[in-house]
T-cell receptor
Framework: GAVVSQHPSRVICKSGTSVKIECRSLDFQATTMFWYRQFPKQSLMLMATSNEGSKATYEQGVEKDKFLINHASLTLSTLTVTSAHPEDSSFYIC????????????FGPGTRLTVL | AQSVSQHNHHVILSEAASLELGCNYSYGGTVNLFWYVQYPGQHLQLLLKYFSGDPLVKGIKGFEAEFIKSKFSFNLRKPSVQWSDTAEYFCAVNAPGYSTLTFGKGTMLLVSP
């Protein structure tokens, strides 16, 4: 199957700082990537759809100025949590659909963000 | 809009017991259906999927699921669970041609040895 990586896997930061999370499709190109947020013992909530070459599409209730998404290339999307606060602490997961696989999504391993 | 309902938030079983996790979806058109598993500390992995054809789908690790269109259901089953099946299980749907997945809230399965 296809491989999606995320970096870093874990990050701890002080309140007010910004954190960048990378999502890479390692063996396929992805014009679209998805960013999810998973709270403890809850489901994955779609935050936004990252589109290569155009602006990201955000789900209702997600602040686009706080969660900046840049789809820099066909294999890389980044999520920047700006001015992070403790309530932003969560597990962030990206996924990418692979063309020719009925758009099956392949998930990254996730990034655990802890804001102190 | 699509929605997915998983009936059980937590399930506790002994090894060798049979498993059935419920999943119902709400959507008026054709859907693709998925079950994902998330082992402790690991990322989501695809267990099985249904796009079309035989409504009984077999996945990895002895899991299977049956799509019952009239009931809008896609229940996950395994005849005999193992301790290593302890994980969280998510049902998800999307519309054919669209990548966006809608997830259920997940079911945490704990298998005691």
């Amino acid at each position: 199957g296809a491989v999606v990586s995320q970096h870093p896997s874990r990050v701890i930061c002080k309140s007010g700082t910004s954190v960048k999370i990378e999502c890479r499709s390692l063996d396929f190109q992805a014009t679209t990537m998805f960013w999810y947020r998973q709270f403890p013992k809850q489901s994955l909530m779609l935050m936004a759809t990252s589109n290569e070459g155009s602006k990201a599409t955000y789900e209702q209730g997600v602040e686009k100025d706080k969660f900046l998404i840049n789809h820099a290339s066909l294999t890389l999307s980044t999520l920047t949590v700006t001015s992070a606060h403790p309530e932003d602490s969560s597990f962030y997961i990206c996924s990418a659909p692979k063309a020719g696989s009925n758009n099956e999504q392949f998930f990254g391993p996730g990034t655990r963000l802890t804001v102190l | 809009a699509q929605s997915v309902s998983q009936h059980n938030h937590h399930v506790i079983l002994s090894e060798a017991a049979s498993l059935e996790l419920g999943c119902n979806y709400s959507y008026g058109g054709t859907v693709n259906l998925f079950w994902y598993v998330q082992y402790p500390g690991q990322h989501l992995q695809l267990l099985l999927k249904y796009f079309s054809g035989d409504p009984l789908v077999k996945g990895i690790k002895g899991f299977e699921a049956e799509f019952i269109k009239s009931k809008f259901s896609f229940n996950l089953r395994k005849p005999s669970v193992q301790w290593s099946d302890t994980a969280e299980y998510f049902c998800a749907v999307n519309a054919p041609g669209y990548s966006t997945l809608t997830f259920g809230k997940g079911t945490m399965l704990l298998v005691s040895p």
